[in-house]
């Protein structure tokens, strides 16, 4: 397995991330419920690229990147949320946990989120916060692995 580093995403880097961001069942699924299809870049389409410039610009949002010798095979974004619960601790939430498909099972979602819980406690946070589809069953058991806890049941609404 080559190195795999983690670092902060590119501009460059947004298309590999919206193609891992899409590259299963479930988000095919989603695309096609909201948009009537998936995403077509016209170079990845003004929202995306809107969405980017909004994270890059916000020290409260991380996207970052799993990097193997220079091609991108993971992605996580992490939001750093001030609270006035838990004692006024900040919490961390990651999003869009991605890993190429040809590599899952081979330590980079793990080292990605290690790597990522460890940016959370060094920026103070109390708690690390998911979540995750209900029927990404082999997702519920690599953060069950990590020490994550099925605490409390989430909603969502489409706006």
Not at 120 to 145: I, V
Request: one cysteine or more.
């Amino acid at each position: 397995m080559a190195q795999t580093i983690f670092r902060t995403a590119t501009r460059a880097d947004v298309p590999a991330i919206l193609d891992l961001l899409t590259n299963d069942d479930i988000a095919r699924a989603r695309d096609a419920a909201a948009h009537g299809g998936p995403a077509v870049p016209e170079e990845v389409d003004a929202a995306c690229w809107a969405a980017f410039e909004a994270i890059d610009a916000d020290p409260r949002n991380e996207l970052i990147v799993a990097d193997e010798a220079g091609a991108v095979v993971g992605t996580c974004q992490l939001t750093f949320i001030p609270s006035l619960s838990r004692r006024g601790a900040e919490r961390m939430t990651i999003e869009a946990v991605r890993v190429r498909a040809d590599l899952r099972g081979r330590g980079v979602g793990r080292a990605m989120m290690r790597w990522s819980l460890d940016r959370a406690r060094e920026r103070g946070c109390g708690l690390a916060q998911l979540t995750t589809d209900k029927r990404r069953t082999d997702a519920h058991r690599f953060y069950a692995d990590l020490g994550f806890e099925a605490s409390h049941e989430g909603f969502k609404l489409t706006l």
